[in-house]
């Protein structure tokens, strides 16, 4: 049976905190739903309504395009190992890019990720859990660095130019406004 939470308790802080993947949903007013995978140490607790995910350069910026658009966001984590658990978290995001007032403060709260493209900070309106019986076990056996390798091998004016190639606009030609 499903249950929902006003806030993140300290039972869901910890069970957000032992995953080693969780997925992004977002989808725009009219058009495709994004969900991705995310991973890495690129997940934040602030309060027990807010929560911050580093973003990373990737192949589109689908999270910009619709929070610009309508806000909307779903972070879910399921449980692979122990007990079995599935967790969403509901609320609203904005995007903090390098130069916003708040980015050297949120920042310093993640390791130093080669291509770091944006910080979203969700204010959390419900969390939602359900049993995930049906989810399979699987063994975390360690994390890729393609894309840190990739994104050193850019440097800085490579990950720009990747941005204005293949960032500025959704799949379903939604502005990101990640230039500006």
């Not at 990373?56 to 972070?75: C, F």
């Not at 995001?93 to 708040?102: L, M, P, Q, T, V």
């Not at 994390?143 to 050193?152: G, K, M, P, Q, S």
Request: glycine letters at 8%; charged letters at 25%.
């Amino acid at each position: 049976m499903s249950k929902f939470y006003t806030k993140i308790t300290s039972r869901l802080q910890k069970f957000m905190e032992a995953q080693k993947i969780f997925f992004v949903a977002t989808a725009p007013t009219s058009g495709r739903i994004n969900l991705s995978p995310k991973g890495m140490d690129s997940f934040r607790i602030i309060e027990q309504n807010r929560v911050l995910w580093l973003n990373v350069t990737g192949s589109g910026n689908e999270t910009a395009a619709h929070l610009l658009e309508n806000k909307r966001i779903t972070i879910m984590f399921c449980s692979f190992e122990k007990a079995p658990n599935i967790l969403r978290l509901y609320g609203k995001g904005k995007e903090i890019k390098e130069g916003d007032a708040s980015w050297n403060e949120l920042i310093s709260l993640f390791p130093k990720t080669p291509g770091t493209r944006q910080i979203f900070d969700i204010k959390v309106e419900s969390a939602q859990t359900s049993c995930g019986m049906s989810i399979p076990y699987m063994e975390y056996k360690g994390e890729r660095n393609d894309l840190n390798v990739w994104a050193t091998s850019q440097g800085k004016k490579g990950i720009t130019q990747y941005w204005e190639d293949k960032n500025q606009t959704s799949i379903d030609g939604l502005p990101t406004n990640i230039l500006s």
